[in-house]
C-alpha cells in the first residue's frame, strides 16, 4: 500500500508540472460552466413563428418586419416545425381579428407574448382574440443529454491523464527499472485503476453539478460512474502502451476520442431499432444509462441490465487487450 501511495504522490506532482494535464482536469468544469450559460438562451435568441403559405401576404410581409416567419404548406408541417427545438409558436388566422397560437406547450414566456403584442400593434389596436392549441410535449432535454456528453468526455479525460503517465514511466525508464523495484504488477495497475477511478468521479459530479444539473439519483450516477471507468481503464493502458512518447500519445488520444464518443452520437441520431449495432461498445451503455437517469429517471431494476452489459462488455474489452498490453508494457516480473 505504501508503494501504491509512493506512486499516486509521483503522478501528482507530474501533473503539476504538466500544464496539457492542468487543463485536462479542469477542462469538464469550464466546459459545463460555459454549457450552463449558453443552454439557457438555445432556441431565445430571436422571435420565431410559423404561418402557413395560404395567410394574407401582407400579413406574412408584416410579421417578418418583428419576426423570423417560416411559411409552410399545411397544419401537419406547422406542427412539425412548432415541435423543434427551438421556441417556434404557429400563427393560424381563423378570421380577421382571431388567433390560433399553436404552441408546443413548454415555450418561454416572451415566445408567446409578443407574437400576441405584434399582431395587435399590426391590427391598428382593436381588440383581438386568441386562443392556444397544445400539439407538443417535453422539450429535448438539451441538459441532461449535454450531461451525459460530459460523463463521457470526463472518462476520456482520466484514461488520458492515466495515459500520459504511462508514457512518462517508459520515457523516463521506470517501466524497465520495476524488474529491481518493491513495486510489482499488480501494485502498478492498481495505482493506475485507482487514479482514473477517482478523477473520474469527481470529475463527473463536478460537471454536473456545474451544469445545474442536482435532481438525479446519486447512487446511480456513482454506480454508472464507476461501471464506466473500467473502460477508461482500459482506454488509458493503450493509450500508453501505444504511444512510444507524448506526440504519439497525442495521436492515439484522437482515436479514443472517436471510440468514446461516437456510441453517443449513434445513440441520440440513430433511431432505436438500430441501437442494437452498438451493443458491443460500453460507451455507449454509458451514455443511454446516464441520459436515462438524467431525463426520464430510471429504477435500479432498469439500470441494472445497462450496467450489467457495460460490465461485461469493458471485461471483453480487458480480455482481448490483456495480450497485448502485456507485451508492450515491460514489466519484468508479475
Known amino acids: 500500500m505504501r508503494r501504491m501511495i509512493a506512486l499516486l504522490k509521483r503522478d501528482m506532482i507530474s501533473t503539476t508540472k504538466d500544464y496539457i494535464l492542468i487543463y485536462a482536469l479542469v477542462a469538464p468544469i469550464l466546459m459545463a460552466l460555459g454549457f450552463r450559460l449558453f443552454l439557457p438562451s438555445v432556441g431565445q435568441i430571436s422571435i420565431n413563428a410559423v404561418v402557413l403559405e395560404s395567410t394574407d401576404p401582407a400579413l406574412v410581409t408584416k410579421l417578418e418586419g418583428y419576426m423570423n416567419v417560416d411559411l409552410v404548406a399545411n397544419r401537419a408541417a406547422m406542427e412539425r416545425r412548432v415541435v423543434a ?42 381588440a383581438l382574440t386568441y386562443s392556444e392549441e397544445i400539439v407538443g410535449g417535453d422539450r429535448f432535454p438539451f441538459r441532461a443529454v449535454v450531461g451525459a456528453f460530459m460523463t463521457l ?60 444539473l442536482t435532481a438525479f439519483d446519486y447512487l446511480q450516477v456513482l454506480a454508472i460512474a464507476l461501471v464506466s471507468s473500467l473502460i477508461a481503464v482500459v482506454l488509458g493502458f493503450l493509450i500508453g502502451a501505444l504511444s512510444a512518447n507524448q506526440i504519439a500519445g497525442v495521436a492515439n488520444v484522437k482515436f479514443g476520442v472517436l471510440l468514446m464518443m461516437a456510441p453517443a452520437f449513434f445513440a441520440l441520431l440513430a433511431p432505436a431499432k ?59 516480473r508479475e
Open 153 to 212: 468526455a470526463v472518462g476520456f479525460i482520466a484514461a488520458m491523464v492515466m495515459g500520459f503517465h504511462i508514457i512518462e514511466d517508459k520515457e523516463s525508464a521506470m517501466m524497465s527499472a520495476l524488474g529491481v523495484s518493491p513495486l510489482n504488477r499488480r501494485e502498478y495497475i492498481g495505482t493506475r485503476a485507482i487514479t482514473v477511478v477517482t478523477v473520474s468521479v469527481i470529475l463527473v459530479f463536478g460537471s454536473l453539478w456545474t451544469l445545474g
Open 85 to 126: 427545438f427551438d421556441d417556434t409558436v404557429g400563427i393560424l388566422v381563423e378570421s380577421p381579428g382571431s388567433y390560433t397560437l399553436v404552441t408546443e406547450g413548454n415555450e418561454t414566456h416572451d415566445s408567446l407574448v409578443l407574437p400576441q403584442m405584434i399582431l395587435t400593434q399590426l391590427a391598428g389596436g382593436p
Open 274 to 332: 438500430y441501437h442494437f449495432a452498438m451493443w458491443w461498445v460500453p460507451t455507449f451503455w454509458s451514455f443511454v444509462s446516464l441520459r436515462d437517469v438524467l431525463t426520464t429517471g430510471l429504477t435500479w431494476s432498469a439500470l441494472a441490465p445497462m450496467l450489467l452489459w457495460n460490465l461485461l462488455t469493458s471485461l471483453v474489452w480487458l480480455g482481448v487487450s490483456y495480450p497485448f498490453l502485456k507485451g508492450r508494457l515491460d514489466f519484468a
